[in-house]
């Protein structure tokens, strides 16, 4: 069965700073990965995905992630975050072939500072 | 564009009550999830539909029921409930079985006191 590892339980960075938000995932095959965005008490905004391809995504709201199959890793990215990109950033694995369910990490809350 | 519509919104029950969860899928949408996210937790997943039929199953417990109808709506049923029940339920639609990405309805909160 498919799994997700966010390592990281709160993340603080500071407004205009950079973010990497981790995602190790555990799947036999390549998976579908997601980066879904959860602000409080409301739903799930999916951010970006891969199924294939080129492995550098690009996402909404300047966010951006990286598929690297030897790390086994699917890490989120933006350059320069916003006081609004504070929120909870899930990462989510579905197997490649036919039927998927979604399987999702514990989540990332990220704070920002000013 | 149309998303995925879960209703109600917000939802209050006292422990051993019934409750029913409704969710409207994507037009053209023919698969549907139930996830329940708990406080603080990530969402886990219950329970899924394909074309009216049982695709999947998670940890949803015996006292949870759902069903897809031929319209493509989903509900889901909770009985005796526990004030464990208490999360965030979300319905997802994806439009078709190979796809993998799933579209999310804004949650129904219930409340179990």
């Known amino acids: 069965a498919q799994s997700v590892t966010q390592p990281d339980i709160h993340i603080t960075v500071s407004e205009g700073a950079s973010l990497e938000l981790r995602c190790n995932y555990s799947?036999?095959?390549?998976?579908?990965l997601f980066w879904y965005v959860q602000s409080p008490g409301q739903g799930l905004q999916l951010l970006l995905k891969?199924?294939?391809?080129?492995?550098l995504v690009q996402g909404i709201k300047g966010f951006e992630a990286e598929f690297k199959r030897s790390q086994s890793s699917f890490n989120l990215r933006k350059p320069s975050v916003h006081w609004s990109d504070a929120a909870e950033y899930f990462c989510?694995?579905?197997?490649?072939?036919?039927?998927?369910?979604?399987?999702f990490g514990k989540g990332t809350m990220l704070l920002v500072s000013p | 564009a149309a998303g995925v519509i879960q209703s109600p919104r917000h939802l209050i029950k006292e422990k051993r009550e019934t409750a029913t969860l409704k969710c409207y899928p994507i037009?053209?949408?023919?698969?549907v999830y139930w996830y329940q996210q708990g406080p603080g937790q990530d969402p886990q997943f219950l329970i899924s539909?394909?074309?009216?039929?049982?695709?999947d199953k998670g940890s949803i417990p015996d006292r949870f029921s759902a069903q897809q109808f031929s319209d493509y709506h989903s509900e889901l049923n909770m009985s005796s409930l526990e004030l464990g029940d208490s999360a965030l339920y979300f319905c997802?639609?994806?439009?078709?079985?190979?796809?993998?990405?799933?579209?999310f309805g804004e949650g129904s909160r219930l409340t179990v006191l």
């Open positions: 997802a639609s994806s439009p078709q079985r190979s796809t993998g990405e799933l579209f």
């Open positions: 037009p053209r949408h023919d698969t």
């Open positions: 539909f394909y074309e009216k039929m049982q695709s």
């Open positions: 989510a694995v579905g197997m490649n072939s036919g039927y998927s369910t979604l399987t």
């Open positions: 799947y036999g095959a390549t998976p579908y």
């Open positions: 891969y199924f294939s391809g080129d492995t």
